[in-house]
């Protein structure tokens, strides 16, 4: 009996959550997998959470620290519970489960992937909506981000659907609270694990607006420093930059103290030695900063390390089924549009 875990972050999406949990289930009809269950890692102040427990999934709380956050704490709950393979998909219904669960299935069945992420952009015609231009840059700039880090030529990192082992959500660590997408794939490759890339849909939001990427600027200043500090760039750098100042100011004075014949007699001389002073400063100050930086990445992922279990509820595994929408549900949302 194989077994199936799929992890669902949402925030406030009740709109959504009845029909996309609906769907995950139809996507393995016709699967070898005969159990999932649904994880519903919930931040949430609508009826998400009542709707999601009514359609049979059980519900993690989250932390309200981001999809990130909230991403990590249902991978790693639902490896504990040693399914077969887990799935990741957002909760606003843009990714089309009930037809793209096989096709995800297939590369870690046939022994090519541990972890499997979708593309938009592999093939013509996947996106069902106008996409902005500006976001398709920013793509492109996040993809050769990871590209010169993993070495991997993806077209996309944003798919709302992943397939992975259990061993490829164990070991997550993350971080960021907004970089998940793009930090799952490196860290991945970082552990030996294989990636690939297969063509997804992308619908239209069935209702509301994204909130990790509603503003572009504000998504790339969250974004670029993580997956810098990840790349191990503040070291490269802050350790470079403050080794050249230090440097700098030995040599500054080391003019100095020759051009003054090789004597301490430079009371005359206060602006050179201000400034070897400052290039002094400035250079253990890179240091001290790209030291704290290293120490609060690896404090980081120590924290991520200690596994999130489903203690509040037990995990509820379902039949896979044709997709249902239970008359509680039906009645509770019409009672919140009687009263909007």
């Known amino acids: 009996m194989a077994k199936a875990c799929v992890v669902v ?160 959500a164990a070991s997550l660590e993350l971080l960021g609270t907004h970089t998940y997408v793009q930090e799952t794939i490196i860290d991945a490759v970082a552990k030996g694990f294989r990636v690939v890339e297969v063509p997804s849909v992308w619908r239209p939001r069935q209702a509301g607006t994204s909130r990790v990427v509603a503003s572009i600027p504000r998504y790339v200043f969250y974004t670029l420093p993580v997956l810098l500090l990840r790349w191990g760039q503040h070291i490269r750098w802050l350790y470079t930059l403050g080794l050249l100042a230090i440097l700098a100011a030995l040599a500054l004075f080391g003019e100095v103290f020759i051009s003054e014949g090789l004597t301490f007699r430079l009371a005359h001389r206060t602006p050179a030695l201000l400034l070897v002073a400052l290039l002094v400063i400035t250079g253990v100050e890179l240091f001290f900063f790209g030291f704290v930086l290293q120490l609060l990445k690896q404090i980081k992922k120590g924290v991520d390390r200690r596994p999130a279990r489903l203690e509040a509820e037990p995990a509820v595994w379902l039949d896979v089924e044709p997709a249902w929408r239970p008359a509680a549900v039906a009645q509770y949302v019409d009672e919140r549009k009687r009263t909007a």
């Open 9 to 168: 972050p949402t925030k406030d999406e009740e709109a959504s959550i009845a029909g996309v949990i609906a769907e995950i289930r139809r996507g393995f009809v016709g699967t070898r997998y005969n159990r999932v269950a649904i994880i519903v890692v919930d931040d949430s102040t609508d009826g998400t959470r009542r709707i999601a427990r009514a359609c049979g999934a059980t519900v993690l709380p989250g932390d309200g620290d981001g999809l990130g956050s909230a991403m990590l704490k249902g991978l790693h709950a639902a490896a504990t519970l040693e399914p077969d393979v887990i799935l990741s998909i957002d909760g606003d219904g843009q990714a089309d489960p009930a037809s793209e669960i096989p096709r995800f299935l297939r590369p870690i069945e046939a022994d090519e992937a541990d972890l499997v992420v979708g593309s938009r952009f592999a093939a013509p015609n996947l996106v069902g909506y106008r996409y902005h231009w500006l976001r398709r840059l920013g793509t492109r700039v996040l993809c050769a981000m990871i590209r010169a880090q993993t070495g991997l030529r993806l077209t996309d990192s944003h798919g709302g659907l992943r397939a992975m082992r259990p061993e490829v």
